[in-house]
């Protein structure tokens, strides 16, 4: 009797660490969406009080028109994990740029305060 009860409460826990383990998978790794997006490189920075990471801010609509930016534009936040990717950016700002980013579900701390995580850059003429 002892013997079914300690099993039954080693599966249990070892059934809540395999959940525990896929929600967290699910939560911060997992790719929700990728693709690129596209305006004027705004602001580029690195930041943190413990744990430094690079973050960023393009303008989006009708920056490529005319090179003005109106009121109601938008603004695309993003956090960049690769050092290689954010000196591109850090020697760019104020130009256009393409970049591909990576959707999670929700920012993990290590990698920045965004959802958006970018992984490669183009200069636009």
Same mark, same amino acid.
Not at 60 to 82: I, P, Q
């Given at each position: 009797?002892?013997?079914?009860? +300690?099993? %039954? ?11 525990? #383990?896929?929600?967290?998978?699910? &939560?911060?790794?997992?790719? !929700?969406?990728? %693709? !690129?997006?596209? #305006?004027?490189?705004? +602001?580029?920075? *690195? +930041? #943190? ?6 973050? %960023? ?25 690769? +050092? ?5 950016? /850090? ?8 970049? *591909? !980013? &990576?959707? &999670? ?5 290590? *990698?920045? /305060?965004?959802? !958006?995580?970018? /992984? ?6």
């Amino acid at each position: 009797m002892k013997r079914g009860i +300690k099993k %039954g409460l080693l599966v249990l826990f070892a059934m809540a660490i395999i959940i525990s #383990g896929i929600l967290i998978y699910g &939560k911060y790794f997992y790719t !929700y969406s990728s %693709g !690129y997006q596209a #305006g004027l490189l705004q +602001k580029f920075s *690195h +930041k #943190g009080n413990l744990i430094k990471t690079y973050e %960023g801010e393009m303008i989006l609509s009708r920056v490529a028109e005319n090179r003005s930016v109106s009121g109601a534009s938008e603004k695309f936040y993003f956090s960049v994990t690769s +050092k290689t990717i954010a000196n591109q950016l /850090d020697t760019i700002q104020g130009q256009m740029v393409i970049v *591909h !980013y &990576k959707q &999670k579900n929700a920012p993990l701390f290590l *990698h920045g /305060d965004s959802e !958006y995580l970018v /992984d490669g850059v183009k200069v636009t003429p």
